[in-house]
């Protein structure tokens, strides 16, 4: 049913690729910053960076998307150093769910305490506009439905608990510096606050899967960051995730828009400006541990 598991994702696999990097890094970041479909830039917002191909680090995936160039980036933010993935891994490029996953263990593992992830995602909220960015509260993860958690096997008591809380996954004082932030920069018209939810893809969604995960509660829906978050939030790390609203959900039988990923690109193109100054702003505000200026 799910791509063959493998054993290069466990606690020795993550390890010795950390290792790997700590060794070769310019920095030991404390801030790892996932980049989503098209939002890549925010990469560029590092100063003396040092960057890896993923296909030269140990055990690491490579990227197959379009938009995601498949880069480690470490360098400082602010005067915080940091590691950006210049693109994910999604289910549907044929990884476990473990494998695409991996990457935010080795952030743990490297000493990152925040992690901050964005995507592109469609809006099913009726209020949301093309390129509006929701700060995600809460998450539907539908392959967990059926079984696909990244935390499913064998738990390693290295990383975290066997049944990890999730009412608290993303950070309510992270989320409010968002707003904050938001509001200075002049972006509130813009920033939303909104549930993601999470399908496998690589199709997007029917008119009646819209109208569906609309009515379950969903304000956008996407492929993917709710199996990082999990095994973020798994190994005790603070999370905070974005969308960017790149299309709008098709809800309407009459219409003749079609989601296509151009233009999720093209979107994350235009704000991209904009969302590395949110971020970046961020970033400078926080301290660490668990604690920032408001
Ligand atoms: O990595 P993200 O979630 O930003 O990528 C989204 C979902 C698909 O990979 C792609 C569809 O255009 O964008
Ligand atoms: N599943 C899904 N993922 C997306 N990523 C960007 N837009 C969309 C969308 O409309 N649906």
Redesign the pocket.
């Known amino acids: 049913m799910f791509p063959e598991s493998s054993t290069d994702y466990g606690y020795e696999a993550c390890k010795a690729t950390a290792d790997w990097l700590l060794e070769h890094a310019p920095v030991r970041p404390l801030v790892g910053i996932v980049c989503g479909?098209g939002l890549g830039g925010l990469a560029d917002m590092l100063k003396d960076q040092k960057f890896f191909s993923y296909s030269e680090i140990p055990n690491f995936p490579k990227s197959t998307v379009h938009g995601h160039a498949g880069r480690l980036v470490f360098g400082n933010l602010k005067g915080k150093p940091c590691v950006c993935m210049q693109g994910r891994f999604h289910l549907y490029e044929g990884y476990s769910i473990q494998k695409i996953t991996m990457p935010i263990r080795i952030f743990k593992l490297m000493g990152v305490e925040t992690v901050i992830l964005t995507?592109?995602?469609?809006?099913l909220n009726q209020d949301y506009k093309v390129g509006d960015v929701m700060i995600i509260k809460d998450h539907i993860n539908m392959p967990g439905f059926a079984g696909n958690n990244p935390l499913c096997g064998q738990n390693d008591d290295r990383f975290g608990i066997r049944f990890p809380c999730m009412s608290d996954a993303y950070d309510k004082e992270m989320m409010q510096l968002a707003q904050k932030v938001g509001n200075e920069l002049g972006y509130s018209h813009f920033l939303k606050e909104g549930v993601y939810c999470v399908?496998g893809?690589p199709s997007?969604?029917t008119i009646a899967e819209c109208r569906m995960l609309n009515r379950l509660g969903a304000d956008a829906?996407?492929?993917s960051t709710v199996h990082e978050v999990i095994v973020a939030r798994h190994s005790g790390m603070r999370v905070f995730a974005l969308s960017l609203i790149?299309?709008k959900?098709v809800m309407d039988y009459s219409s003749e828009e079609k989601?296509n990923?151009e233009e999720?690109l093209q979107t994350g193109e235009q704000r991209s400006q904009q969302l590395v100054k949110l971020v970046s702003t961020m970033v400078s505000r926080m301290t660490h541990p668990n604690d920032f200026k408001l």
């Open positions: 479909s995507n592109a995602a469609g809006g399908l893809g997007f969604e829906v996407g492929m790149t299309n959900a989601a990923h999720v």
